[in-house]
């Protein structure tokens, strides 16, 4: 079983909606970072969280540590937010990263 | 600054030929890390160097040399390329040491093993 789990693998949506995708781990981290993969391949940094919400323009991570799980939501979704959104932990005392398989998001006009 | 760079894009092997995949790194960087990505799997590690002189085996060695050439430059190296080495290679680097856990990826190598 993997470490990092994301779902769902492959979301749908109309622009303008509402997204959300999930990941769930099992192992004590210090942090968690949500990473998004562009069409030509390039991966960007989203998000570092080892706690609570953060939000930037439309996009809004969240992290619960308790329940080792975190969500990364999308507002009024846009074409351009088609990507592989993936989920990364860092587990403690590691400076590894564990990644997720990825969650790929199209948004149809 | 062009951050991470990798060479080549892309590349097709015969089973058996070696090559190198060059990755450099203009931020003044201590970590740099070797991963694979294959379709339904998460990127998996395969070398990194947290320093400049220092390397160490990540999750999938098995197959692949690294050199830490400077600060700038880390290379990974297949010496008798497999068709199960066909993948995605990307190179990270991150500040390391007391700095930003954050890494920045260079654009990928996509290497396909005949």
């Known amino acids: 079983k993997n470490e990092v789990e994301q779902s769902p693998q492959n979301l749908t949506a109309q622009e303008g909606e509402f997204i959300t995708i999930n990941c769930s781990y099992s192992v004590g981290i210090s942090a968690l970072h949500w990473l998004q993969q562009h069409p030509g391949g390039g991966i960007v940094s989203l998000f570092m969280?080892?706690?609570g919400k953060k939000k930037h323009g439309r996009l809004i991570a969240t992290i619960n540590i308790q329940e080792k799980h975190s969500s990364l939501h999308i507002t009024a979704s846009h074409p351009r937010d088609s990507a592989v959104y993936i989920c990364?932990?860092?587990?403690?005392?590691?400076?590894?990263?564990?990644f997720g398989a990825g969650t790929r998001l199209t948004v149809k006009p | 600054n062009a951050g991470v760079t990798q060479t080549p894009k892309f590349q097709v092997l015969k089973t058996g030929q070696s090559m190198t995949l060059q990755c450099a790194q203009d931020m003044n960087h201590n970590s740099m890390y070797w991963y694979r990505q294959d379709p339904g799997m998460g990127l998996r590690l395969i070398y990194y160097s947290a320093s400049e002189g220092t390397t160490d085996k990540g999750e999938v060695p098995n197959g692949y040399n690294v050199s830490r050439l400077n600060k700038r430059e880390f290379s990974l190296r297949l010496e008798s390329a497999a068709p199960s080495q066909t993948s995605v290679y990307f190179c990270a680097s991150r500040e390391g040491l007391a700095g930003s856990y954050e890494q920045f990826f260079g654009p990928g190598t996509r290497l396909t093993v005949l």
């Open positions: 969280l080892s706690s």
């Open positions: 990364a932990v860092r587990p403690y005392n590691n400076n590894d990263m564990r």
